[in-house]
């Protein structure tokens, strides 16, 4: 969406606010011996006790109220009895509806002591979403946000998970454009003064691509290699965005 009036905007930073709230105290809650199945709950509780809604469930079914995806898992993990062990890397992906507004952030977050290569990974895709970021202004092409992301990841050895992008948002969990993690010369669609978007770099240090799992909604890399996540929701300015979340 692109925001209108200052009715939108003030709709669309209260629920950015709750879902930053909410991963918050999820990431809070992140230790060995947790069940993704607990992490849900407590997503659940925070967005129901400030009036929102889990946008996945809402919108597609999704069998879980957030997103919670292991190691190799890069998006759309389904919340069950799984526990968290020591080293793994686990990434919580929120987004939520309320009042006819909708927003989204995501965070990977380490378990416990986990090795420096895994801190390398979460410093670098950090890194992507924040220069990425910074680059969103309008009047620039949408794919200077992809060309953001591709040069951190080159530059850390990475590669980027294939098939996963950021996206519009605002009046639904998924709106027009797609704002890509790479750079594609010929997508030259200037953003807009007031366009909501999020931007969410995956980073991997295998080959980048992606399988679906058996359960029909986990997102893999077909390599076993770890993948990190990073998100917000922005708006874009003419200046430095405006993140909501």
């Given at each position: 969406?692109?925001?209108?009036?200052?009715?939108?905007?003030?709709?669309?930073?209260?629920?950015?606010?709750?879902?930053?709230?909410?991963?918050?105290?999820?990431?809070?809650a992140v230790r060995p011996g947790i069940t993704t199945a607990e992490l849900d709950e407590i997503g659940a509780t925070e967005l129901?006790?400030?009036?929102?809604?889990?946008?996945?469930?809402?919108?597609?079914?999704?069998?879980?109220?957030?997103?919670?995806?292991?190691?190799?898992?890069?998006?759309?993990?389904?919340?069950?009895?799984?526990?968290?062990?020591?080293?793994?890397?686990?990434?919580?992906?929120?987004?939520?509806?309320?009042?006819?507004?909708?927003?989204?952030?995501?965070?990977?977050?380490?378990?416990?002591?986990?090795?420096?290569?895994?801190?390398?990974?979460?410093?670098?895709?950090?890194?992507?979403?924040?220069?990425?970021?910074?680059?969103?202004?309008?009047?620039?092409?949408?794919?200077?946000?992809?060309?953001?992301?591709?040069?951190?990841?080159?530059?850390?050895?990475?590669?980027?998970?294939?098939?996963?992008?950021?996206?519009?948002?605002?009046r639904f969990i998924h709106e027009p454009p797609t704002v890509s993690n790479t750079y594609d010369r010929n997508a030259r669609e200037?953003?807009?003064?007031?366009?909501?978007?999020?931007?969410?770099?995956?980073?991997?240090?295998?080959?980048?691509?992606?399988?679906?799992?058996?359960?029909?909604?986990?997102?893999?890399?077909?390599?076993?290699?770890?993948?990190?996540?990073?998100?917000?929701?922005?708006?874009?300015?003419?200046?430095?965005?405006?993140?909501?979340?």
């Open positions: 969406m692109t925001i209108d009036n200052d009715d939108d905007l003030t709709a669309l930073k209260e629920i950015g606010a709750i879902v930053r709230e909410t991963i918050d105290e999820m990431g809070r129901t006790r400030r009036g929102a809604r889990s946008a996945p469930r809402l919108a597609y079914g999704f069998p879980g109220n957030t997103c919670i995806s292991i190691n190799d898992e890069a998006a759309h993990g389904i919340p069950g009895d799984r526990a968290l062990a020591e080293g793994d890397l686990v990434n919580i992906d929120v987004s939520a509806e309320r009042n006819g507004y909708w927003a989204d952030t995501g965070a990977s977050f380490p378990v416990g002591r986990v090795p420096e290569t895994t801190i390398r990974l979460l410093d670098s895709t950090r890194e992507a979403l924040k220069r990425a970021i910074y680059t969103a202004r309008a009047g620039r092409p949408i794919n200077a946000i992809g060309k953001a992301v591709e040069t951190v990841a080159k530059r850390g050895g990475y590669s980027i998970v294939e098939g996963l992008n950021g996206h519009g948002v605002g200037k953003l807009t003064r007031g366009l909501v978007i999020t931007i969410e770099p995956f980073l991997t240090p295998g080959n980048g691509r992606m399988v679906e799992a058996e359960d029909g909604w986990t997102l893999k890399t077909a390599d076993g290699a770890l993948s990190a996540q990073f998100e917000h929701t922005i708006v874009v300015t003419k200046g430095v965005p405006l993140v909501l979340t």
